[in-house]
């Protein structure tokens, strides 16, 4: 239950200095170093992503009182600034969630890659020794 | 082993997953910018969202390295900077900066579609619009002005200076901090150059230098016949009231002062004919000889006796619905004793607005008004004891000249006997997310051939294989001009520094403590009456309009143009109407604006005895049609008294409403009135209904005669044969097309009001659906791109095309200025836009709908930075970085 909130705080901070997929890579590492089911890894580390997007997103709306989100939702064929929010919160999520699923592929390839050459490096057991 | 490769495929798979969508929404589709970037909040639109509020008593300070002392850059209430600095080197560095600040993206599209550089940022769709500007010779001809400017040392000065100051504000910008627009079409801003600066002066000819038609008149000429021709396309307007007449034409009156008296040549009695201008600005040998195939068009007065008779009308042109005022008023004229002068130059509305209000103050030089971003200088604008203002001075310098090339290889051309090479440039266009386009652009001595055989026309007036002649391709300094105005101080100032301003012409109004006066301004070729009106086309020397004799040879010379300085009368105002009377020597053109609106200016101006800001202020809202006032009469004389033609009752009381309402009208285009719809809806039914047979049912093809012609015969002869529709076995007259026009238009008006409650429903139910003024005809001010959410649509104003409060569509007036002069200058002024060009921040539209009502601002004059500690909003401290 700490990814979540870790992937929230790795993205708001990252966020400020990295380009917008940024979230992938917190994602990616929260996969591949804490084991966890696909779909929930996947929608924790969304979750997490999708708030920071989304909070600061709204941050920014509320000082302008909506003003610039109110003329830029139409040019998205968008009801208005919600739908916007919720589109930067879908990306954010996206990127994260994606990052994070690569990620868990990544950590059972290398856990099975690693368990391969552990097979091959032992010395086999000679059967007909027994 | 088996596993790890599954596992490895699905891993695979999960980066191609990812890799996808970064990659898809890291690039543009379409018109959609990358969304990744665009809607993240930390560097996507989120980022322009300015926090509203006052900025009230705030400050800041930044240190910029290049500028050599401290600028103070004191924001008023409505986010007007004024800048004070120690020279002059740190004012348009700060000029640049500031502007910068608040409008980069402007600066940097409008200079981009000036050089023909817009699919280099937005793709294959612009290639063809870049290649009209650089076949054209806009960069060519930048270029040159460029060199020109940078000899002249306080362009030069001014140039780099404000270039260094836009790049200080650029180079400090991350892509999260770029203005909305360059994330939206997905590009960075490039470093500005002192030749961008040139670029936007040939936007500014390109804009106000080609009104010509000269192609569609020649085909009215082809098509319709000299004796059409000759009948409804006068070279001069009837009923025109020149800028300059007799009584304040220096060559006839003697009230003028200045250096130009004596420059001026012994040859310019006022009384000198056409004839004669035409002998001199011919070489001898190529003088048209005899009757000449255009000969109609020399002749200022209309032939058909209808027309003769109607000396006092209109002439407006289909697309030019708008136009510019300046008028200046002498001491004796106002309340206070001091000059006042007036300037509403109406262009093409966009937000971002042309315009940016700005004060410049260094040591002796300070000035208020209105600059073009990207261009150091104030443009249009007051000092402590001046004020000055421009209109479009409409003179033809745009001909197209037709050479006979040797063949189709087009690589050479014969002039005067002899084989000339054409001189060809290649040019390369570079295209986003696609392969380069190379261009070849042909240039003869004369010009550049845009357009070559078989290629489609940019426009209906760029004829292929014509050569253009067109002054915007002489290299010029206007923006010395802009800068000089600052510091003059006296008539004669004025006269010298205002040569700077060649193209496009402008009637430059001048105002000081004690002067008024008015100059017209610019680079125009000599010409013969009627010369490149019509396309030239033969070799032949005796042709009237043959490529020989329409070759620009010589320009009038700066001392011989028209200019009046404290006439007796007491005031000098301009329109776009013609500048001179039929005794000025030389021909300036026949596309000047129609009268209608000098004529009311004209009339205003002369019962102007105790002028105030105020009633400057409100002859700039003058809403009155003097072309309604004119028809309508002639109109509805046509109507019945009683409808008996209607059977059943309840459509005749209509007409008979509709008829009184039109009747009641006082001619002014009112928002909130009906009138001004039906009136608008009938005489446009009527016109067509006139020349649409004529003009063999295609409107588009031709120029079309114009309103003034069309009201001459409805005053004159209503039975002349223009009324007669020639699809039909009866001779229509005036008065059936008036009533069958009357019908349509009820039945338009209506339509347009269907469903809409009306408030100003006067009873009659029918007759209450016709929608007012205001909705029917609402303004919009469009974003630059075009894109609907970032302009403004629906405004509801008083005024119209015809009217001195000149507005229709999306033109209207872009910057409403009244000054008068005294101890301390008084000035009010309003543009429809903003200070900033962030669609992002409540001050994007802020002056709109004040715009839109009338309303004027005060502007605020300073002498040092706080004077007024009331009015100060924000402080930017500028400083030197070492």
């Known amino acids: 239950m700490i990814r979540a909130p870790l992937m929230f705080l790795m993205c708001l901070l990252g966020g400020m200095v990295f380009p917008w997929w940024w979230p992938a890579v917190p994602g990616l590492i929260a996969g591949f170093w804490k084991p966890a089911r696909l779909v929930r890894g996947f929608l924790a580390s969304a979750l997490g992503a999708s708030l920071a997007w989304v909070v600061v997103a709204i941050w920014y709306d509320a000082r302008n009182q909506g003003l610039l989100s109110g003329r830029i939702a139409p040019l998205f064929h968008l009801p208005g600034p919600g739908g916007l929010i919720f589109a930067a919160g879908v990306v954010g999520g996206v990127s994260g969630g994606l990052g994070s699923l690569f990620g868990a592929w990544f950590r059972r390839f290398w856990a099975s890659l690693h368990d391969a050459l552990v097979e091959v490096a032992a010395p086999v057991p000679d059967e007909e020794d027994e | ?882």
């Open chain 2, 1 to 882: 082993m088996n596993k790890s490769l599954q596992l490895f495929v699905l891993t695979a798979l999960h980066l191609a997953l990812l890799w996808l969508w970064v990659a898809a929404l890291d690039s543009r589709h379409g018109t959609l910018p990358p969304l990744g970037k665009f809607l993240s909040p930390f560097e996507g639109f989120w980022r322009n969202a300015e926090p509203d509020g006052p900025e009230r008593g705030k400050g800041e300070e930044v240190e910029l390295p290049g500028l050599n002392s401290t600028v103070v850059a004191e924001y008023d209430h409505r986010g007007v900077p004024h800048l004070f600095a120690p020279d002059l080197h740190s004012l348009f560095f700060a000029q640049g900066y500031v502007t910068a600040r608040d409008r980069l993206w402007q600066m940097d599209i409008q200079s981009r579609a000036g050089m023909g550089r817009l699919s280099e940022i937005m793709g294959p769709s612009l290639v063809r619009f870049d290649q009209e500007r650089r076949r054209m010779g806009m960069p060519e001809a930048a270029a040159a002005s460029l060199e020109r400017m940078l000899a002249d040392s306080l362009t030069r000065v001014a140039l780099e200076a404000y270039t260094e100051g836009v790049n200080a504000w650029i180079t400090n910008l991350k892509p999260a901090t770029y203005p909305l627009e360059f994330k939206l079409l997905d590009y960075a801003p490039e470093l500005w150059t002192p030749l961008k600066s040139a670029v936007l002066i040939k936007n500014l000819q390109w804009t106000l230098s080609q009104s010509v038609d000269d192609t569609r008149l020649s085909h009215v000429l082809d098509s319709l016949g000299s004796g059409f021709f000759s009948r409804y396309y006068p070279a001069r307007h009837p009923g025109a009231e020149p800028v300059f007449p007799q009584e304040v034409y220096p060559g006839v009156d003697s009230t003028h002062v200045g250096s130009r008296e004596a420059d001026r040549g012994a040859g310019r009695e006022a009384g000198r004919g056409i004839a004669q201008a035409n002998a001199l600005s011919e070489t001898p040998g190529i003088l048209p000889s005899g009757p000449v195939a255009g000969a109609a068009l020399q002749s200022p007065s209309i032939t058909s006796t209808g027309l003769k008779a109607w000396s006092d009308s209109l002439w407006p042109r289909p697309n030019r619905a708008s136009g510019s005022n300046n008028f200046v008023l002498a001491g004796t004229r106002t309340r206070t004793g001091y000059p006042i002068l007036a300037n509403d130059p109406h262009l093409d509305l966009t937000l971002p607005s042309l315009w940016y209000e700005t004060q410049l103050k260094s040591g002796p030089v300070n000035a208020y008004g209105v600059s073009l971003p990207g261009l150091p200088g104030i443009v249009i604008g007051f000092t402590e004891s001046t004020a000055w203002g421009l209109t479009n001075g409409m003179d033809d310098v745009y001909d197209w000249v037709a050479p006979q090339f040797r063949n189709d290889s087009l690589n050479q051309y014969l002039w005067r006997g002899r084989w000339r090479t054409v001189r060809r440039v290649i040019d390369t266009i570079l295209v986003r997310g696609s392969e380069p386009v190379v261009d070849t652009q042909l240039w003869t001595h004369l010009g550049p051939v845009p357009v070559l055989r078989g290629e489609a026309p940019f426009g209906p007036n760029t004829p292929p294989l014509h050569a253009l002649q067109w002054t915007a391709l002489h290299p010029s300094n206007e923006p010395a001009a802009f800068l000089r105005m600052m510091s003059v101080k006296s008539v004669s100032d004025l006269a010298r520094m205002s040569r700077f301003l060649e193209t496009p012409t402008q009637n430059v109004a001048f105002v000081t403590r004690r002067d008024i006066a008015l100059f017209h301004q610019g680079r125009i070729p000599e010409k013969r009456a009627g010369q490149g009106r019509l396309l030239a086309r033969g070799t032949s020397a005796s042709t009237y309009n043959s490529s020989y004799s329409s070759e620009w040879r010589a320009y009038i010379p700066a001392s011989e143009l028209p200019f009046a300085i404290n006439p007796a009368r007491g005031w000098l105002g301009s329109a776009n109407q013609e500048a001179t009377n039929e005794k000025y020597p030389w021909y300036l053109g026949s596309d000047f604006y129609p009268p209608e609106r000098s004529q009311r200016l004209n009339r205003l101006l002369v019962n102007e005895q105790d002028a105030t800001l105020s009633s400057a202020w409100n002859i700039l809202l003058d809403d009155y049609s003097r072309l309604a006032a004119r028809a309508l009469p002639l109109l509805l004389r046509h109507l019945p008294a009683h409808d008996s033609t209607a059977t059943d009752t309840a459509r005749a009381a209509t007409n008979q409403h509709s008829a009184d309402l039109l009747r009641a009208w006082d001619y002014r285009y009112a928002a909130g009135a009906q009138a001004p719809v039906l009136f608008d809806l009938w005489w446009a039914e009527f016109y067509r209904m006139v020349w649409i047979d004529d003009l063999r049912g295609d409107f588009d093809a031709y120029v079309r005669p114009s309103r003034a012609v069309t009201l001459a015969l409805l005053a004159g002869d209503t039975l002349d044969e223009a009324f007669d529709d020639i699809r039909t076995q009866t001779v229509e007259s005036a008065g059936d097309l008036a009533r069958t026009a009357f019908a349509h238009a009820l039945q338009k008006a209506r339509r347009a009001g269907a469903g809409k409650p009306n408030p100003f429903s006067w009873g009659n139910a029918e007759v209450g659906e016709i929608p007012v003024w205001g909705r029917y005809r609402p303004l919009s001010i469009p974003h630059v791109l075009g894109l609907a959410p970032l302009g403004v649509s629906g405004l509801s104003a008083d005024g119209c095309g015809e009217c001195l409060n000149a507005q229709r569509g999306s033109h209207g007036p872009s910057w409403r200025m009244v000054v008068q002069t005294g101890k301390r200058p008084e000035a009010w002024g309003i543009y429809p836009g903003g200070q900033t060009g962030n669609p992002g921040s409540s001050r994007y539209d802020a002056f709109v709908k004040d715009w839109a009502a009338g309303r004027a601002y005060r502007l605020l004059f300073l002498n040092w930075p706080l004077e007024v500690p009331d009015s100060t909003g924000y402080i930017l401290a500028l400083k030197g970085k070492r």
